[in-house]
């Protein structure tokens, strides 16, 4: 906690902060080309990427909620019908390095985005309080309970989901 209320830390957590926003996202859009030029920063979000777990997080989330609208969709139409989600697996499968690629660039863009105006040697010592560690152990657990409440929460939705498919099919 003593880091994440330093200087550096609460400089970090307000350009997070800042980077959040709808009309942030816009304009990481606009300058995602010139954000991508500086290599030397790229790298220092491709490694921040890999510490925090963002791609893998981002490709677990979507992953689930995918299989979970499939389930719920599949079950509501054919709720006699054994589910089989192999299919729609290998599919997700087949597109999983493209959309991986896609993730990641777009995890690279808004690390380089939030940290844009942060001096390259803060960075590195953000990058070196994210690989010590207690802190790698504390955003373990942060991430594990993230992903947990994600999937949770994505199962009731698609519950609620497959629900309303029935009800709509039973009116019709």
């Not at 009309?23 to 790298?43: G, I």
């Amino acid at each position: 906690m003593a880091w994440y209320e330093s200087d550096l830390g609460r400089e970090i957590t307000r350009a997070e902060e800042s980077a959040s926003t709808p009309e942030a996202y816009q304009k990481m859009m606009q300058s995602a080309q010139s954000l991508l030029e500086n290599s030397e920063r790229v790298e220092f979000a491709n490694r921040l990427d890999v510490l925090m777990g963002a791609t893998e997080m981002t490709m677990g989330i979507q992953e689930h909620t995918g299989i979970a609208v499939y389930s719920a969709i599949m079950t509501a139409m054919q709720p006699d019908a054994p589910l089989n989600i192999e299919p729609f697996k290998a599919q997700m499968d087949a597109a999983s390095e493209q959309t991986r690629a896609a993730i990641k660039q777009m995890v690279t863009i808004s690390f380089l985005y939030s940290y844009r105006n942060i001096e390259t040697n803060n960075l590195k010592k953000y990058g070196k309080f994210l690989n010590d560690a207690t802190t790698l152990k504390f955003n373990k657990t942060i991430m594990d309970s993230m992903n947990s409440g994600l999937e949770s929460s994505v199962s009731k939705w698609a519950d609620l989901l497959a629900k309303i498919f029935k009800n709509k099919k039973q009116q019709s």
